[in-house]
């Protein structure tokens, strides 16, 4: 079982509606969860992180915890075509590491 | 601020040659990271160094080395490169490596091929 597990995607969504996207964690001591959005060719760039159980939300961006379910997920509301990119979940471990998973793609068509 | 930066972006390396890439960033963050991303595979850590000083392995460290040469820079060694070496090279710094000061900034990416 990986530690981070993303489904690979592509995940395709029309433009405005809600994209949602999942993880789940192995580790149940981990301490914080962190989303990065990752263009083509580009570097990851972090959108949010969350440490604590329920739901943070940012402009669009809809960050959700569950610890008991060891699930994290990030919804984007009003989906826009500059969406269109891999989405990381990245985990720090009880191990004081992080750890990042392989990937969504999102594609959002028009 | 440039952020994390790196050199080169990209690299053609000949099996058995060595290399090292470098990294520098000017946020005065303690940590730092050394990264290789593989299609379907993610970021996989190489080492990293939660403070000057300090270095440690990753989950992929074997074929490399590395040196933290002061609190700005950190750099990643291939002294004999395979070509399953070949990826993009990613640095990442952060404030600290603990709870709360752990987001990470990525530099542009080094794209390495070894032939």
């Known amino acids: ?22 993880c789940t964690y192995s580790d149940r001591g981990s301490q914080s969860f962190f989303w990065y959005r ?33 699930y994290v997920s990030l919804l984007i509301r ?12 990245a985990v ?9 998973g392989s990937g969504t793609r999102l594609s959002i068509r028009p | 601020n440039a952020g994390v930066t790196q050199t080169p972006k990209f690299q053609v390396l000949k099996t058995g040659q060595s290399m090292t890439l470098q990294c520098a960033q000017d ?24 403070s000057e000083g300090t270095t440690d392995k990753g989950e992929v ?15 990643l060694r291939l002294e004999s490169a395979a070509p399953s070496q070949t990826s993009v090279y990613f640095c990442a710094s952060s404030e600290n490596s603990g709870p709360g000061a752990e987001t990470q900034y990525f530099g542009p990416g080094t794209r390495l091929l070894v032939l």
């Not at chain 1, 079982?1 to 996207?21: D, F, M, R, T």
């Not at chain 1, 009003?78 to 979940?89: F, G, K």
């Open chain 1, 78 to 89: 009003d989906s826009q075509p500059s969406d269109s990119a891999t989405y990381l979940c």
């Open chain 1, 1 to 22: 079982q990986k530690e981070v597990e993303q489904n690979s995607g592509p995940l395709s969504v029309p433009e405005g509606a809600i994209a949602s996207l999942n």
């Open chain 2, 27 to 50: 946020m005065n963050h303690n940590s730092m990271y050394w990264y290789r991303q593989d299609p379907g595979m993610g970021l996989r850590l190489i080492y990293y160094s939660a």
């Open chain 2, 61 to 75: 460290p074997n074929g490399y080395n590395v040196s933290r040469l002061n609190k700005r820079e950190f750099s």
């Open chain 1, 38 to 70: 990752q263009y083509s060719g580009k570097s990851p760039e972090l959108i949010m992180f969350i440490y604590s159980n329920g739901d943070k939300e940012d402009g669009r961006f809809t960050a959700q915890l569950n610890k008991a379910s060891q």
């Open chain 1, 92 to 100: 720090y471990s009880s191990a004081s590491k992080i750890i990042f």
